[in-house]
Nanobody
């Protein structure tokens, strides 16, 4: 059974940084693609970034490109989202997701497993 556990959320001022972590267990993830999504109150879930576990190819939403970096640590089975130059509009619950396969998708419906989410709040 795949388990994804996010951590690292919190309250930060605009312009600050946070690093989110997603600890993955229950599978060998070499054939998986991992993604980060977010959902702000009253808004639909939004794609943030994705990474291919093997090879490390990445894909970003335009809204975070140049500010956020997705990475993974194979030894720790952990995926990270480094968030810099945070803006109030980045405030949301951030979710980690996993899908079997190597294609990088931005559609949440393509992902098979989800974490419980971690809250990120950016104050102005």
């Amino acid at each position: 059974q795949v388990q994804l556990v996010e951590s690292g959320g919190g309250l930060v001022q605009a312009g600050g940084s946070l690093r989110l972590s997603c600890a993955a267990s229950g599978r060998t993830f070499s054939s998986y693609t991992m993604g980060w999504f977010r959902q702000a109150p009253g808004k639909e879930r939004e794609f943030v970034a994705a990474i291919r576990w093997t090879g490390g190819s990445t894909y970003y939403a335009d809204s975070v490109k140049g500010r956020f970096t997705i990475s993974r640590d194979n030894a720790k089975n952990t995926v990270y989202l480094q968030m810099n130059s945070l803006k109030p509009e980045d405030t949301a619950v951030y979710y980690c997701a996993a899908r079997l396969g190597s294609l990088l998708y931005s559609e949440g419906g393509r992902y098979d497993y989800w974490g419980q989410g971690t809250q990120v709040t950016v104050s102005s």
